[in-house]
């Protein structure tokens, strides 16, 4: 494959959520004296960060006893966060749309119905929490415990899923074996079941039942797998809840032989002191951030195919420090003579909300003027926001939070709030006024600085895996929408329309940033643990049409569909001589 590498960044990973800052550990695990002496080979090895057996894993975890009284208020903590900030509450409760696979839930009732059972242990109920909190399939919400979230357990292996056609040109999909680190022998052998089901059937019923970060199945079913290999990716694999069993069977096809593998859970610990997060240190300020499994960097670059005239940019976050990267990238392939353009916004893990703006406005430089420029959004209002919010508006308030009018601009007309009601809302119900973001003194700068760049949208394409989240979400829908730049999904289930990005929310955020921002200090999660949720929600629009629906909830598949095989899940250049493709046979 001749491909010309133009210009590459490398940028720290970035982080998804806001990072949840010096919680303080509490003592909430460490009332019983068993917990300490079952996880005391556990906390010698992982302080020395030493792996452990499955089983000694499993018993250190199910030794903290269940606390009636601390299960109870996390439920309080949790019930009241959701219901006050938790932007799709309802919307929850309704059918998926089409496209979209999830069951309905009342997560108010169902968390409630937790609080009327007993569990065998402590974990048993933070499991019931999470898995309640994960009927949502949005992204943007899960619970964190501080413990038992940062056990890793890894099979060691990853596998990917390729299209393939038999003899009677039939599209069959299988599983194969992507990179086996223990036994590289075991490479691209087909799986053919797995613990004695059908391989696609187990991968599907694990996307639908154990992956919570999509509401679209294929792209559930692709961070099941690799080659997506940043956060939510894997996930089969390399889990971060305590597996069931303690091995997994693999019947594997090789070229040579057929047998089956069974591979042991290799658990390891994600953060530098065992007893610091599953024991008391009551005084002890721990300091964790986002449960980024794999801690590299990500690197955005920009490269030529097609004979150097189609140039690709990669873009794998939405962060402000990556807007120079992207400039200058685009400007290089400009140099360069690229007469079209693919953006690969394959794994893109979101990053800053002015992001999606700058990045259409860079683009399309001649919209700078048109209102409106981007998804309004709203929040939740309720009794702790509303005297914030006033006072934030009286005191002039410089700070940047989602409770302060002056952190954005009023949609439509794109002019700062000119009073406190008109971004507080109607009050008729949960939902504020519609707010954009403004754009960052950088952003502003930089967009002065680039001159407009060649391409049209018929001449650019995206493509993605559809792990393009939250912030890429936005960014995608929007090019995709307002500027008619065609779609192209990854991956995901054979002849199943798939998404192209997922859960773009509106913005997400920890439970103790927003008891701080609202000055909601009345009830904590206990124990050091936390909460993510999604407080903001974006509409969709049209000229006609103010809002036509929340885009958490709105199936957008992709216009073109590429499967991997096995050259062009490990060598993404295949995909983009595809994309180019396609971009030179469109009218
Ligand atoms: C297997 O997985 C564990 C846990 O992630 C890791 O620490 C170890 O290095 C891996 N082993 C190999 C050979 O990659
Ligand atoms: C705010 O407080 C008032 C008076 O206590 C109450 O009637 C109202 O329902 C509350 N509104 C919200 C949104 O909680
Ligand atoms: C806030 O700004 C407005 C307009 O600039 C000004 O009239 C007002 O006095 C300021 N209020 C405070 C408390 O600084
Ligand atoms: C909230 O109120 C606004 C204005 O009355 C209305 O347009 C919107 O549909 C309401 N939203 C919900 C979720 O009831
Ligand atoms: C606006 O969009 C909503 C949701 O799609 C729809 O129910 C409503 O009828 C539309 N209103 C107009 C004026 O087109
Ligand atoms: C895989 O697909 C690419 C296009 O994405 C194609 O060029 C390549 O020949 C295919 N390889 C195999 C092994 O099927
Ligand atoms: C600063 C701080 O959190 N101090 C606490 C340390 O632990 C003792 C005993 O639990 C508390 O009384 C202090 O408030």
Redesign the pocket.
């Known amino acids: 494959m001749k491909i010309i590498q133009v210009y590459s960044t490398f940028n720290i990973y970035f982080i998804l959520f806001v990072a949840l800052l010096a919680t303080i550990v509490s003592s909430s695990k460490s009332n019983n004296a068993d917990p300490e002496s079952q996880c005391r080979i556990v906390s010698k090895a992982f302080d020395n960060e030493k792996?452990v057996e499955y089983d000694t894993a499993k018993k250190c975890i199910e030794s903290f006893p269940f606390d009636a009284k601390f299960a109870d208020d996390t439920i309080d903590a949790v019930s009241h966060f959701m219901s006050s900030y938790y932007v799709f509450l309802d919307q929850a409760k309704e059918e998926p749309p089409k496209g979209f696979t999830y069951q309905p839930v009342d997560l108010i009732k169902e968390l409630n119905s937790l609080r009327e059972k007993t569990f065998k242990s402590d974990y048993g109920f933070i499991t019931a929490l999470r898995n309640t909190i994960f009927k949502l399939k949005d992204g943007h919400t899960r619970f964190i415990d501080i413990c038992y979230q940062s056990f890793?357990?890894?099979?060691?292996l990853t596998l990917y899923s390729v299209v393939t056609t038999d003899k009677e040109k039939k599209q069959k999909q299988i599983i194969k074996i992507f990179d086996d680190?223990?036994d590289s022998s075991n490479n691209d052998c087909e799986v053919t079941e797995i613990e004695g089901k059908p391989a696609i059937q187990a991968i599907i019923d694990f996307a639908n039942d154990n992956i919570a970060y999509s509401k679209d199945l294929g792209v559930r079913f692709n961070m099941a797998l690799a080659p997506s290999i940043k956060i939510f990716s894997q996930l089969f694999t390399?889990r971060e809840d305590l597996p069931e069993t303690s091995t997994i069977t693999y019947n594997l096809k090789c070229p040579k032989k057929s047998y089956k593998l069974t591979r042991k859970w290799?658990?390891?610990f994600s953060s530098a002191a065992f007893e610091n997060f599953c024991f008391d240190t009551r005084n002890n300020s721990a300091k964790i951030t986002s449960r980024d499994k794999s801690t590299g960097s990500t690197s955005s670059g920009f490269y030529l195919v097609n004979d150097g005239k189609v140039g690709v940019a990669v873009i794998t976050d939405e962060s402000t420090n990556s807007i120079f990267g992207l400039a200058d990238g685009l400007r290089q392939l400009t140099k360069r003579g690229a007469e079209k353009l693919i953006l690969d916004m394959s794994n893109n893990v979101g990053g800053d909300p002015t992001v999606p703006l700058f990045t259409s406005l860079l683009l399309f430089p001649s919209s700078r003027s048109r209102q409106p420029n981007f998804f309004p959004t709203s929040i939740n209002i309720n009794n702790f926001t509303i005297p914030i919010i006033k006072k934030n508006f009286d005191t002039n308030s410089s700070d940047s939070d989602d409770y302060n009018p002056f952190s954005f601009l009023s949609f439509p007309s794109g002019e700062p709030f000119k009073n406190v009601n008109e971004f507080i809302g109607p009050r008729k119900n949960l939902t504020s006024g519609l707010h954009l973001n403004p754009l960052t003194s950088d952003e502003v700068q930089l967009l002065k600085s680039t001159s407009p760049f060649r391409w049209t949208s018929d001449e650019m394409i995206i493509l993605t895996n559809g792990f393009c989240i939250s912030a890429c979400a936005l960014a995608a829908l929007y090019l995709s929408e307002f500027y008619k730049i065609k779609t192209i999904a990854v991956g995901g289930l054979l002849d199943t329309s798939m998404s192209f990005s997922t859960f773009p929310g509106g913005l997400g955020t920890s439970e103790n940033v927003i008891a701080d921002e609202a000055g909601d200090n009345n009830i904590e999660v206990p124990g050091g643990n936390s909460l993510l949720l999604a407080i903001r929600e974006a509409y969709d629009f049209n000229k006609n049409n103010i809002t036509t629906g929340v885009l958490e909830y709105l199936f957008k598949p992709a216009d073109y569909r590429l499967y991997y095989n096995e050259s062009n899940a490990r060598d993404p250049s295949f995909l983009w001589v595809d994309a180019a493709n396609i971009l030179n046979k469109k009218p």
């Open positions: 792996l890793i357990y890894d099979q060691n680190k223990l390399l290799s658990v390891a």
